[in-house]
């Protein structure tokens, strides 16, 4: 079941019990950002008034877009017309928002990073998505201007400290490359020590877990004419991405643009 299908089954169960109450009419209506932002998720709009539509009992609506997803967005902004039976619209309405505010937000704090970070750096997500959403949120940060880190445990190598508390690094990169030729590694480093025997045994991208700013100048110096490449992780937020962006890191982790995004202000209503 995909995720449109269960956010349907879960919102109208067996049926609406408010829609049934309105006659059944050709509406329209228009969804409209109340805040301004950066759009992502209107490109479910159309799935779920199709699986809703189906659930109901009526034709599918017709959804006109005005902006696509990526586009900022000011308060009061149209972003596209729904034409059709009003009882379905009703039962959609929220199913919608839910789906496009979450990832509008995601995409709106993310595009807030990367204008911290001034092009001298990428911001990059992490695995801290909720359950179900991560394809999606993942999609909402390429959005607001982001770039996706691994989807998950089988697309890339990300060796962390408690991997490295079980087996020595060297052993663990020998063994990557031999069984996983073709999966980019990474490692989690805590220390200036760990990241010069990456470089040593050529890492080609090597996590900074919690430095300081000063400690990240120096781990840019260590691997500046190598080609290992340094990602910083831990306490990246809005605040702290200008002055770490300045150290000319290659990458920059924001947990916080899935896992804490607050929900852009997007409204339905009839016209």
Do not use: W
Not at 6 to 34: C, Q, Y
Request: include cysteine.
């Amino acid at each position: 079941m995909s995720l449109v299908d269960l956010a349907v089954a879960e919102d109208i169960g067996p049926f609406d019990a408010t829609g049934n109450l309105v006659p059944r009419r050709r509406s329209r209506f228009v969804v409209r950002s109340r805040q301004a932002g950066t759009l992502a998720g209107a490109v479910l709009i159309p799935p779920v008034l199709e699986r809703v539509a189906a659930r109901v009992g009526s034709r599918i609506p017709l959804y006109t877009p005005v902006v696509v997803d990526g586009a900022h967005v000011a308060s009061g902004t149209v972003i596209g017309s729904i034409d059709g039976d009003s009882r379905c619209v009703l039962a959609a309405e929220r199913i919608v928002l839910n789906f496009v505010t979450h990832l509008s937000g995601v995409a709106s704090a993310t595009a807030k990073c990367v204008l911290a970070a001034g092009g001298q750096t990428h911001i990059r997500d992490t695995r801290k998505t909720m359950p179900g959403y991560r394809s999606l949120e993942k999609y909402a940060v390429t959005c607001g201007g982001g770039v996706n880190h691994r989807m998950g445990l089988y697309d890339a190598i990300l060796i962390k400290d408690n991997h490295l508390a079980l087996t020595p690094m060297a052993e663990l990169v020998v063994k990557a490359k031999k069984l996983y030729p073709l999966l980019p590694i990474e490692i989690e480093v805590d220390t200036l020590q760990q990241l010069r025997e990456a470089i040593d045994l050529e890492v080609p991208l090597v996590l900074l877990d919690n430095f300081s700013t000063s400690q990240v100048r120096e781990a840019v110096t260590l691997a500046q004419g190598t080609a290992t490449r340094l990602e910083v992780s831990g306490g990246v937020t809005l605040a702290t991405i200008p002055e770490l962006a300045a150290t000319g890191v290659d990458y920059l982790a924001v947990g916080e643009i899935t896992h804490s995004a607050p929900a852009l202000d997007i409204g339905v209503d009839e016209e």
